[in-house]
T-cell receptor, first 113, second 112 residues
């Protein structure tokens, strides 16, 4: 059963703590993405990766970090430097960059207090 | 000017009617266009993609693309209450590396 999984579904953290969100895909896609969505807002790109061991900053990369050590996995770390980390985080993948459509995981809702 | 613009809505239509959702984009070099449906609290789900001018039909959904006027639309025929969701328009742009730009979405409400 092909798809994208994200865990956990809900995550609660105290301010000042780093937290890592998991994203795994078994679609054999080369490209993976992380987006942030705030209530009533569109998607904003945090980071993306076209191939293993390579990734680029998106529009709002400050306070976030990623790694891409395996094709299937693209974890996102929300660091204590991120000023407003509470949001809905979405991971997506596509066959490649360019014309290809993106498929989304179920998302992780992060609350930082 | 926003790169991908959508009317935020809500757009309210009666059950069985045609819902028409519109999207305009700023980059003339855009190559591919997507419509996603997002239910409240859920992740976006791909409905359709279109690359060429004209219409593309898939079941009750029709995507329409007009590159000269830089707009793309989604028609939903025989609208059902289950179609009530936010619809996101997304456009791929070649900005020295392809990038997908998402609109903020249009909320659709189908009244039973």
């Amino acid at each position: 059963d092909g798809g994208i999984t994200q865990s956990p579904k809900y995550l609660f953290r105290k301010e000042g703590q780093n937290v890592t969100l998991s994203c795994e895909q078994n679609l054999n896609h080369d490209a993976m993405y992380w987006y942030r969505q705030d209530p009533g807002q569109g998607l904003r790109l945090i980071y993306y990766s076209q191939i293993v061991n390579d990734f680029q900053k998106g529009d709002i990369a400050e306070g976030y970090s990623v790694s891409r050590e395996k094709k299937e996995s693209f974890p996102l770390t929300v660091t204590s430097a991120q000023k407003n980390p509470t949001a809905f985080y979405l991971c997506a993948s596509s066959a490649g960059q360019g014309f290809y459509e993106q498929y989304f995981g179920p998302g992780t809702r992060l609350t930082v207090t | 000017q926003k790169e991908v613009e959508q009317n935020s809505g809500p757009l309210s239509v009666p059950e069985g009617a045609i819902a028409s959702l519109n999207c305009t984009y700023s980059d003339r070099g855009s190559q591919s266009f997507f419509w996603y449906r997002q239910y409240s609290g859920k992740s976006p789900e791909l409905i359709m993609f279109i690359y060429s001018n004209g219409d593309k039909e898939d079941g009750r959904f029709t995507a329409q693309l007009n590159k000269a006027s830089q707009y793309v639309s989604l028609l939903i025929r025989d609208s059902q209450p289950s179609d009530s969701a936010t619809y996101l328009c997304a456009v791929n742009q070649d900005t020295g590396g392809f990038k997908t730009i998402f609109g903020a979405g249009t909320r659709l409400f189908v009244k039973a």
